[in-house]
C-alpha cells in the first residue's frame, strides 16, 4: 500500500466536523462525559467491573487500533485499487474511517446494541461507553489507520495478529470474538470467556 491515502486540508476537516458532530450525538443520548466514578485513567483494565469502556483505554483498545488497521485498508482498496472517486478520492479515505467508526460509536451506545452485549457476550455488567471513552476509541482508530499508513503490510497485519492473540489470552476477549459473539452467539465461546 502506498501513502495516496493521506488527508487533505478538507478531509482532515470534515473528519474532525464528523467528531464534533459524534461527540454532540452522544451527549443528546445522555451517555456520561466520564466515568459515573468521577475520574479519568489512561488504562482500566477490568472488562467485568461498571470501569469498563468508560476510561481512555483498555482491553477493547486493540479492536479501535485494529478498526483503523482495517478502515485503512478498505479505503486503500476502494480508492487505490478500484480506483472510485478518481485520484483525489483517496484523500478521503481517513475521512470515510473516522465516519465509519463514528457511526459505530453512535450504535454501540444504542440500547438496543448495550443489551445485546449483555445477552451475549462475556459483558453482562456492560452499561455503554462514557462520552470520553468514544472520543478515546476514534482516536485510537486513528492510530491504527496511521500505523496501516506507515508500516509495511505485513507488519500491520502481524500487529494486529498479536493484539489480538493478547487480548485473547489475557481477557478472552478481542475483535473477532466480539463479532461473532455479536452476530452469531456459541454458547461454546461464552463458556470459554466465562472461565476467566
Known amino acids: 500500500m502506498t501513502q495516496t491515502l493521506v488527508p487533505h486540508r478538507r478531509a482532515t476537516i470534515a473528519a474532525i ?4 458532530v459524534t461527540l454532540a450525538v452522544l451527549f443528546a443520548m445522555n451517555r456520561p462525559p466520564i466515568c459515573e466514578c468521577g475520574y479519568v485513567s489512561l488504562w482500566y483494565g477490568d472488562i467485568n467491573s461498571s470501569g469498563n469502556s468508560q476510561h481512555l483505554s483498555d482491553w ?3 479492536s479501535h487500533i485494529i478498526h483503523g488497521m482495517l478502515f485503512y485498508g478498505l479505503g486503500w482498496l476502494l480508492f487505490v485499487k478500484l480506483g472510485l472517486g478518481g485520484k483525489s478520492a483517496a484523500r478521503w479515505s481517513f475521512t470515510l474511517a473516522i465516519a465509519l467508526e ?4 453512535i450504535v454501540e451506545n ?3 446494541v448495550i443489551d445485546r452485549y449483555r445477552s451475549v457476550t462475556v459483558n453482562f455488567g456492560y452499561a455503554g461507553d462514557s462520552i470520553i ?8 482508530m486513528s492510530l491504527g489507520f496511521y500505523l496501516a499508513l506507515k508500516l509495511p503490510v505485513r507488519v500491520t497485519v502481524v500487529l ?5 492473540i493478547l487480548a485473547a489470552m489475557v481477557v478472552r476477549d478481542n475483535l473477532t470474538l466480539n463479532v461473532i459473539m455479536l452476530l452469531w452467539p456459541f454458547e461454546a465461546i461464552r463458556e470459554w470467556q466465562g472461565m476467566g
Not at 471513552?133 to 485510537?140: E, I, Q, V
Not at 494486529?160 to 489480538?164: G, S, T, V, Y
Open 110 to 112: 444504542t440500547p438496543m
Open 60 to 62: 477493547y483498545t486493540p
Open 133 to 140: 471513552n468514544s472520543l478515546a476509541d476514534l482516536g485510537w
Open 160 to 164: 494486529a495478529i498479536i493484539m489480538e
Open 102 to 105: 463514528a457511526a459505530w460509536e
Open 17 to 20: 466536523a464528523i467528531v464534533v
